[in-house]
């Protein structure tokens, strides 16, 4: 990095220093009145600068020959690649400039312009709008009938709205539903027991694709200290145990981030953060947002513990789950 | 003021009446639905039912797990001795934050009893205890005991009661289930070469100078914010393979080149969009530079 800046500052500085021994001052502006004909035409035909051309494409050439040939005989050594490719092109590049500046001829040309506005002409088009209007007795039926054929035109245009895309309703159902066991990656059911303070667990619903839309969930124990649901969810937490869609509402991405105080009056209370965008989610409180771009909560699944202990969903989302767009932005927190 | 409010109610409008109608009614549907519509998420109100209290003020919210029943624990030095030094020890550079029994001090420091030996090796090993301030983030720093001084201290908390100290043998780990155990639990804080990074309220330190005891730890009892894992979800073999995925991380494959500290895709891009950038600015003022004088 440093050597290859010193490299730029080096050839800057080494150009300027060149310029100030030639004694070149920088060129005066063009000025518009100058009577001067700025028109010029060059023709270089210089045999050397041909020459130079000639062999940069050669060597260009010789460059990009070479990556088939590293390809097959090195079986792709990136860097090799990278040389040879980059080779051609940078050699591709310079013959391009110096044909550019020495080989074709250099011309400077000039196109006349005319004036932009001429007052004549402006009351002439004035003129012939209003004659076309000569002769006419019933304007206000004329013009109520073409507002008409508008405004029925801009309907039909915007008819084929209704008919766009396909009903989403697929994004409004996720695998869970009351009843639905939680298992881990390896399908192996949880037990309520087996959820530790501290820990966050990443569950499944057990006998559907693990793939699907909102199959995973975040799963963690809190004390009865960090938990303050709103009245209606009193009963989705059983002995604390709390579960929220793993989808960030932002932008879609598996939260997978867990903070738990190891000692909560001199640091920070439970969270999830995502970390694409670092929204930060309280579970405590039923998913809400304290930290980033999320603009509504976690989702939240009810759970339940069945009789012989193991985590149950106690019903199906009671929103929709996923990043946000206009038609979920409900959030019942 | 009945007439000058009778004029304003008769007198004629400049803004032709179609014009009129037409704001009067998108007027009334946006007052119409703004009736009808549910308020949004910032205006509803809640009910926020009051929890229990949290355990008593200076006890730990989060003690570390156990290794788990038949996996390998970590043994330290322990005799009567060494018990004694630990006690002074502590008593002139813990006591005043944890208490002179150990017992914590509410609102400061938690107490250490039923900690056992892994906490005490982990945060004196890498030298994030003692702190200067109790609200102050605990930051890997050199030690401030030497080795010995350590097992003492060990010796003198573990004689309090608390589980074994876990332990991690690279040399039994898998790479490969290594890599997949890290993605999945570790990378999202800690980077997925291991580089650390930040969480909101706390940084996740790099995992650099770890070593696989450190690590063992560190998994088993989440030292500050980080969540502790239990043998359920990592079993001796997925620690021991994190441990040795982790060591990996130190010498990684860049055959790509230049590796940048391997801390992602991001900063990669930056110095491609500098660099090339600043090289094409000067090539592009270099081959378009004005004619001088007419030849």
New interface residues.
């Given amino acids: ?1 440093s050597r ?1 800046a010193k490299l ?1 500052g080096l ?2 500085a080494a ?1 300027t220093a060149l310029r100030a021994a030639a004694g ?1 001052s920088a ?1 005066p502006p063009v000025t518009v009145e100058s009577d ?1 004909d ?1 028109r ?1 035409r ?1 023709v270089p035909s210089s045999r050397r600068a041909e020459g130079v051309v000639a062999l940069l494409l050669l060597i260009a050439a010789l460059f990009a020959f070479a990556f088939p040939v590293i390809y097959i005989v090195s079986s792709g050594d ?2 090799l690649l990278g040389v040879a490719l980059g080779g051609a092109l940078l050699l591709l590049a310079v013959a391009c ?1 110096v044909a ?2 020495f080989v074709v001829p ?1 011309e ?1 040309a000039v196109e006349d312009r005319g004036p932009l506005l001429v007052e004549e002409q402006t009351e002439e088009v004035i003129e012939l709008i209003e004659a076309g209007g000569q002769g006419i007795s019933r304007r206000a039926i004329l013009l109520g009938a073409g507002g008409a054929a508008g405004a029925a035109l801009l309907t039909a245009a915007a008819t084929p709205l209704a008919s766009l895309g396909p009903t989403l309703s697929a994004l409004h159902e996720t695998p869970w539903a009351r009843g639905v066991r939680l298992v881990d ?1 390896e399908g192996r059911p949880y037990l309520a027991d ?1 959820i ?7 569950a499944l619903p057990e006998g559907k694709d693990a793939e699907s839309f909102g199959a995973g969930l975040l799963v963690v124990r809190l ?9 209606a969810r ?1 009963d989705w937490a059983p002995h604390g145990i709390l579960a929220y869609s793993k989808i960030c509402p932002h932008a879609g991405c598996a939260i ?13 209370e439970p ?1 999830f ?1 995502c ?1 694409c965008h ?1 929204s ?1 989610f309280l579970p ?3 998913g809400r947002v304290i ?2 771009p999320a ?3 976690l989702p939240q699944l009810p759970l339940m513990i069945d009789a012989e202990g193991y985590l149950r969903a106690a019903a199906k989302f009671h929103e929709d789950i996923g990043p946000s767009w206009w038609g979920v ?3 019942q ?1 | 003021m009945k007439r000058a409010l009778r004029r304003w109610l008769t007198h004629r409008s400049r803004i032709p009446p179609a014009l009129r109608l037409s704001l009067a009614v998108v007027l009334a549907t946006m007052a119409v639905v703004g009736l009808v519509a ?1 308020t ?2 910032g205006q ?1 109100s ?10 008593e ?1 200076n006890s ?4 570390p ?1 156990p290794p788990g029943a038949g996996n390998p624990t970590r043994s330290f030095p322990d005799s009567p001795a060494l018990r004694a030094q630990g006690f002074t020890l502590y008593q002139a550079s813990c006591s005043s934050c944890h208490g002179i029994a150990l017992q914590g001090t ?5 107490s250490l009893r039923g900690v056992g030996a892994g906490p005490v090796d982990f945060y004196l090993s890498t030298g994030r205890m003692p702190l200067e301030q ?2 102050e ?1 605990p930051q890997r720093n050199s030690p401030a005991f030497t080795r010995e001084q350590i097992d003492a201290l060990i010796a003198y908390v573990a004689s309090f009661g608390g589980p074994a100290a876990p332990t991690a043998d690279p040399a039994d780990g898998n790479l490969a289930l290594g890599f997949r155990k890290f993605t ?1 639990n570790c ?3 800690h980077q997925i070469v291991a580089r650390g990074g ?5 940084q996740a330190p790099d995992l650099q100078e770890a070593t696989p005891q450190q690590i063992a730890e560190a998994v088993r ?10 043998s ?2 990592l079993d001796q073999q997925d620690l021991d393979s994190i441990a040795r995925y982790v060591l990996w991380t130190r010498h990684p494959d860049n ?3 230049w590796a940048i500290y391997n801390i992602g895709p991001i900063p990669e891009g930056m ?1 491609a969009w500098f ?1 090339g950038l ?2 094409l600015v ?1 090539v592009a003022r ?2 378009g530079e ?3 004088e ?2």
Avoid: N
Avoid at chain 1, 223 to 231: D, S
Avoid at chain 2, 60 to 63: D, E, G, H, I, L
């Fill in positions: 990095m290859l730029l050839l800057v150009r070149r060129p001067v700025p010029r060059v990136t860097q400039i550019g500046k250099q400077t990656d087996e530790q303070i501290g820990s966050c667990y990443t004390p009865a200290g960090f938990i303050h649901l709103p009245a009193r997978s981030l867990y903070r738990y105080p190891t000692y909560a009056p001199t640091s920070q969270a953060t970390p670092y930060t405590g409180e039923g930290f980033g603009g509504r909560a932005h409900r959030a927190s | 549910p949004s998420e509803s809640t009910s926020a039912t009051a929890g229990g209290p949290l355990p003020p730990p919210t989060k003690s797990e509410p609102r400061v420091a938690p109790p609200r983030e999945l990378a999202g804080c930040i969480t909101v309220g706390a009892m989440g030292p500050y914010l980080m969540p502790h894992f239990d359920r979800q055959s790509g080149g110095v660099i600043a090289a000067l270099l081959i004005r004619m001088d007419p030849v």
